[in-house]
């Protein structure tokens, strides 16, 4: 089954403690990319992947890291949490950045305290 | 820059029609994107127009108009479960990222 998968689905953590949501697609996409949804301001990319090794950042890349060693995954990096990313992270992958259909993870519900 | 608008709620009755507009202000144009997401859930996919005109599948219809920056989301027969959000994206050239709108948050009702 063509799937995106992310791990943990929910997560409640402290502020400062590094922490890592992994995403991972089994359609051999090259696009992936990672979203916060927050309420009123609807889904906002956090940063995108072409391919393997090439990253660049969306419209709200302060706080996170990526990286992407395999075409398969591609998880964010959270080094220092803090309140204001409380959030609800979806990881998409497609066959390229804007003229295919996005498939998206089933989301990580994240609490930062 | 980009600036995507859509209204914020919506209440139609079921079995009815509704139609959710959508309206943009993007440097480039590639396409227009419509995904539905259920409370809680993940965005899937619904539609993607890059020429004028209407796009029928099945009971979802969607429009594009290049040159007014304007489409919308025509949803026909309208059943309880097609209580969500509809979000609106547009995709431009280059390295800009796929935009979102804030989604239209519909409620069908008995």
């Known amino acids: 089954e063509a799937q995106v998968t992310q791990n943990p689905r929910y997560l409640i953590t402290v502020t400062g403690k590094k922490l890592t949501v992994t995403c991972s697609q089994n359609?051999?996409?090259?696009?992936m990319s990672w979203y916060r949804q927050d309420p009123g301001l609807g889904l906002r990319q956090i940063y995108y992947?072409?391919?393997?090794?090439?990253?660049d950042k969306g419209d709200v890349p302060e706080g996170y890291k990526v990286s992407r060693k395999e075409k398969r995954n591609f998880p964010l990096i959270l080094e220092s949490p803090s309140p204001n990313q409380t959030s609800l992270y979806f990881c998409?992958?497609?066959?390229?950045?804007?003229?295919?259909?996005?498939?998206f993870g089933p989301g990580t519900r994240l609490t930062v305290t | 820059g980009q600036n995507i608008d859509q209204p914020t709620e919506m209440t139609a009755t079921e079995g009815a029609i509704v139609q959710i507009n959508c309206t943009y202000q993007?440097?480039?144009?590639?396409?227009l994107f419509w995904y539905q997401q259920h409370a809680g859930e993940a965005p899937t996919f619904l539609s993607y127009?890059?020429?004028?005109g209407l796009e029928e599948k099945g009971r979802f219809s969607s429009f594009l108009s290049r040159s007014k920056g304007y489409s919308y989301l025509l949803l026909k027969e309208l059943q309880m479960k097609d209580s969500a959000s509809y979000l609106c994206?547009?995709?431009?050239?280059?390295?800009?990222?796929?935009?979102f709108g804030k989604g239209t948050r519909l409620s069908v009702i008995a």
């Open positions: 998409a992958s497609s066959w390229d950045r804007g003229t295919y259909e996005q498939y």
């Open positions: 359609m051999n996409h090259e696009y």
């Open positions: 992947s072409m391919n393997v090794e090439v990253t």
């Open positions: 993007t440097s480039g144009f590639n396409g």
């Open positions: 127009n890059v020429l004028d």
């Open positions: 994206a547009v995709s431009a050239p280059g390295n800009t990222p796929l935009v």
